[in-house]
């Protein structure tokens, strides 16, 4: 029998783009995904530092993107 591990690697979210967070150790973004509805891609980041919602880039949204059924 062929056992196979798989790596979990848990993606770092980027740090928040404001100037008094960026200071904070802590000052990471978190996936808010309250207003998802029935559009996967419809979150935003949200700082808990400065409670401000900031856009996720193309990239960040290829990245952090939750796929159905995973």
């Known amino acids: 029998m062929l056992v196979t ?3 979990h690697t848990t993606l770092v979210t980027p740090p928040c783009p404001g100037r008094a967070c960026r200071a904070d150790l802590h000052g990471r973004l978190w996936k808010d995904t309250t207003h ?3 559009a996967p891609d419809n979150w935003r ?3 808990t530092g400065c409670g401000r919602h900031w856009m996720p880039t ?3 949204f290829d990245r952090h993107r939750t796929v159905p059924g995973t």
Request: positive net charge.
């Open 5 to 7: 591990t798989h790596r």
């Open 45 to 47: 980041w949200y700082c």
């Open 36 to 38: 998802l509805r029935n």
């Open 58 to 60: 193309r990239e960040q």
